[in-house]
């Protein structure tokens, strides 16, 4: 099959899923699809400070189109709105142009609704299908966070997903629990697929970071990395980290940016520095390097959030070598795992309270010997490893080819 990769953020650009979509692709063509990338100049956050990137190319046998966008950070909300309009409208001019050549159209979720949307515009006029790929699910997402209050908004963005999701030829969604949340729209659907993210770098002991990141031997460090956003309850988590002031042993880490890290940063007080410590966004490596000094990986999501969306730092704890601590529903496919395969501790509730029982737990088991850092990171190979997911790829693109 001829096979379209669409996202905002593709390699050499520092997002996990551009990182993930470059993996991907290649193997495609391993497997003797032709595989063609539409999408923008490396610019997250502005973490890319290199060259632009060539508007056209063919890299490891993947060709790749790149539409230039407006410069934009955070707060210039008018200029990202404008770049998803001319992203989406960017990509109907590529497709049109090119309406015979692509056997299937790969989209994500983001942006959020949009992007199926625009997907399920170009195959009204074209040979190809679309697969919707949802690293999240919204409008549910944004509802459980709080973040959308407007019942006509919720309804039309649900009932326009709901249209994306009946058309596309298949719906790739991260976990069971966000496969029930798709299926409770419409119990109809038969296209829904289970399909996890996979480890994207393998921990590298080589890698140097510097001395501010390094732990103590003394020091029982808990980590959470990545995007310090409304979705992940940290409140709390900083709550439990005034609750055990007075373990100074205790050291709570957040490694990151994201809307809440001023929040964050003034809520931990004189506990800054001292126990509290913050550092920027890094290098996914370097990142791991991180981790693997912690004892514990903090996994936290507001209440409802594990059903609509899975958190990839999960694989990320797991290859490092780390034990988790969540802060998820008990019921859910997350907690189930890390339970079974005594991978670290659940908290019974999503609470401060629950959250310093389930670290002086941890602490306990530390200061006994702890587990062996392989063990975690075999299990984490044998569910996330790149192979694995990545054969569940390959049978999936089969079915459709064989559909068609």
Request: hydrophobic share 40%.
């Amino acid at each position: 099959m001829h096979i379209l990769l669409v996202h905002r953020y593709y390699w050499p650009d520092t997002p996990a899923y551009a990182k993930m979509l470059h993996i991907m692709a290649k193997d495609y063509v391993s497997r003797g699809h032709r595989v063609t990338v539409f999408s923008t100049q490396p610019c997250y956050n502005g973490n890319y400070l290199e060259h632009p990137a060539p508007a056209y190319e063919i890299v490891d046998g993947v060709e790749i189109f790149r539409t230039p966008l407006l410069r934009e950070s955070k707060k210039t909300r008018i200029r990202r709105a404008l770049n998803v309009v001319i992203f989406c409208l960017s990509l109907i001019v590529h497709c049109f142009r090119r309406i015979r050549t692509y056997d299937l159209m790969s989209v994500a979720s983001f942006p959020p609704v949009v992007m199926g949307m625009t997907a399920r515009f170009i195959c009204l006029f074209s040979r190809s299908k679309y697969l919707y790929h949802c690293q999240d699910l919204y409008p549910e997402t944004v509802v459980a966070s709080g973040l959308l209050k407007k019942k006509w908004l919720e309804s039309l963005s649900r009932s326009i997903d709901l249209k994306n999701c009946r058309k596309a030829v298949a719906v790739v969604v991260l976990s069971e629990d966000m496969k029930t949340t798709v299926l409770n729209r419409d119990p109809k659907l038969d296209n829904v697929h289970v399909i996890n993210n996979f480890i994207i770098d393998q921990f590298d002991e080589t890698v140097s970071i510097s001395d501010d990141l390094k732990a103590s031997s003394e020091s029982f460090r808990v980590l959470f990395a990545g995007n310090l956003g409304r979705f992940q309850n940290l409140d709390k988590l900083m709550d439990a980290a005034h609750r055990l002031a007075d373990q100074s042993e205790i050291q709570f880490w957040f490694v990151g940016d994201g809307a809440l890290k001023n929040h964050l940063v003034e809520a931990s007080g004189t506990l800054l520095n001292r126990t509290v410590f913050f550092r920027p966004f890094l290098p996914l490596k370097e990142v791991m390097v991180v981790i693997s000094e912690s004892q514990l990986g903090i996994v936290s999501l507001n209440p409802g959030v594990v059903y609509c969306a899975f958190p990839s730092k999960t694989m990320s704890y797991l290859e490092s070598g780390c034990r988790l601590l969540l802060l998820v529903e008990p019921e859910s496919e997350l907690a189930g795992f890390v339970s079974d395969n005594e991978l670290g501790t659940v908290c019974k509730h999503a609470t401060a309270e629950s959250l310093v029982d389930a670290v002086l737990s941890e602490f306990e088991q530390w200061q006994q010997g702890g587990q062996p850092a392989r063990s975690i990171q075999q299990v984490g190979r044998e569910n996330f490893g790149q192979n694995v997911i990545l054969d569940k790829w390959s049978q999936l693109l089969c079915l459709i080819e064989r559909r068609n």
